[in-house]
């Protein structure tokens, strides 16, 4: 497999990289929206976790991000969108501002509410919020003062997708980067970030439920995602469509943020498999070779970590099923039993993952092991849990059905 060199691996860093510190998780995923954490982990776990605080948040299915001692939250409460900050040492409310959105679930997916579902972003000082249907806002992070915002009625033949806006904003080259409008018709744009306006636009195909990432290939960076009926890749500068890559599921729900194994983009759908591609420069143009497929696995919700040259996952295969593949074959590596959870998210931190279900259960295990044997496992909720963990050096963020916990490991 074609991996980075030392230099070009240092310049995607600092095309990633964001002025934060390395214990804050600013945006989807953490850092470097890949679900992999520089935070210190135990040797030995303990046999239960320390909650700090816990306090009432609203509902929705939106991670929280933690820049040094604040927390930003975006949820539905009172029937409103409100976006909250909290100390993080206490839970304790810093600023809020709310807002009316309205939003009707359909029925195929009424049990997961009105709350948003899109992660903040926190850049240069400023946070980012994109509501479940569609409203797309600026604050100053410090204050809470509102900067812009956009709603995007009359805009588009409808402003959110079907299930609710999902995609989570984020910052490259000074510009905020989201996917607006609904499932006839949306634009990828870049927005300036002091004004609200748009830098670029790309406008073929609307959004899905996905959440962009951005790499180097073959010394040309690539904001790659999943539209509603493809895998793109977009020049980031300037909107211009790299590549494309016709990909459907039923009910047109593509949801997963890829994973990058060196040039290699890893990615998966509902029902279809999980896949590797490896875009290669032929005659000026950009194509997308398929490296390998693996039918047994596909994520749903869930987006794949990886760590060491191998690919972790849940898949909703069997009930729900958590795996391990080798990065440069597609191979399995194990799997557990079926009907563990019906959704979960993994962060890997050190040698250890940790992944964490619906129920709330948190198993702790070793990155290397050969089978799903957990270390630990904890209980960490009990009311549903589809945010994604979020584990920094102050501890781990859980957002429940309407609660936000601080969980510590016990010195």
Not at 320 to 334: E, H, I, K, M, Y
Request: proline letters at 6%; glycine letters at 8%; one cysteine or more.
């Amino acid at each position: 497999m074609q991996r980075f060199s030392g230099f070009w691996l240092c310049i995607l860093v600092l095309f990633l990289a964001v002025p934060v510190s390395a214990a804050d998780w600013n945006q989807w995923r953490g850092a470097n929206r890949d679900g992999v954490v520089e935070t210190e982990m135990p040797e030995t776990w303990p046999e239960s976790l320390d909650r700090k605080w816990s306090v009432e948040i609203g509902t929705g299915h939106a991670s929280p991000i933690l820049i040094g001692n604040t927390i930003y939250q975006h949820s539905r409460l009172n029937d409103l969108e409100t976006v909250s900050a909290l100390n993080v040492e206490t839970g304790d409310v810093i600023w809020r501002d709310a807002y009316k959105a309205s939003y009707d679930m359909p029925n195929a997916a009424y049990s997961h509410g009105q709350g948003p579902k899109s992660t903040p972003l926190f850049a240069d000082g400023a946070v980012y919020t994109l509501g479940i249907s569609g409203v797309f806002s600026s604050y100053d992070a410090q204050s809470g003062k509102l900067r812009w915002r956009h709603d995007f009625v009359g805009e588009f033949p409808k402003p959110y997708p079907l299930f609710g806006t999902a995609m989570s904003p984020m910052s490259v080259d000074g510009s905020i980067i989201a996917h607006v409008g609904g499932q006839e018709g949306g634009e990828l744009s870049a927005f300036d970030p002091k004004t609200g306006k748009r830098v670029w636009s790309w406008s073929s195909d609307g959004p899905s439920y996905a959440s962009p990432i951005v790499t180097q290939i073959n010394e040309v960076r690539h904001l790659i995602t999943q539209s509603e009926h493809n895998i793109i890749s977009l020049d980031p500068t300037t909107g211009t469509l790299l590549w494309q890559i016709p990909y459907t599921t039923a009910y047109d729900q593509n949801i997963v943020t890829a994973a990058m194994d060196g040039d290699w983009v890893i990615t998966s759908g509902l029902g279809n498999g999980v896949s590797a591609y490896h875009p290669v420069l032929k005659s000026n143009a950009w194509s997308p070779d398929r490296i390998w497929h693996n039918p047994d696995f596909s994520f749903y919700m869930a987006s794949p970590v990886l760590h060491s040259g191998h690919i972790f996952g849940f898949s909703h295969h069997k009930k729900g099923q958590f795996f391990r593949l080798n990065g440069d074959t597609g191979a399995s590596v194990w799997a557990s039993e079926g009907r563990q959870t019906e959704n979960a998210s993994v962060v890997a931190a050190g040698d250890w993952l940790l992944w964490l279900t619906t129920e709330g259960r948190l198993f702790v295990t070793r990155a290397d092991a050969d089978t799903f044997e957990p270390e630990a496992t904890y209980s960490v909720s009990d009311s549903p849990v589809w945010a994604h963990l979020v584990v920094t050096d102050r501890g781990f963020l859980v957002k429940d059905a309407n609660t936000l916990s601080l969980w510590n490991i016990p010195e």
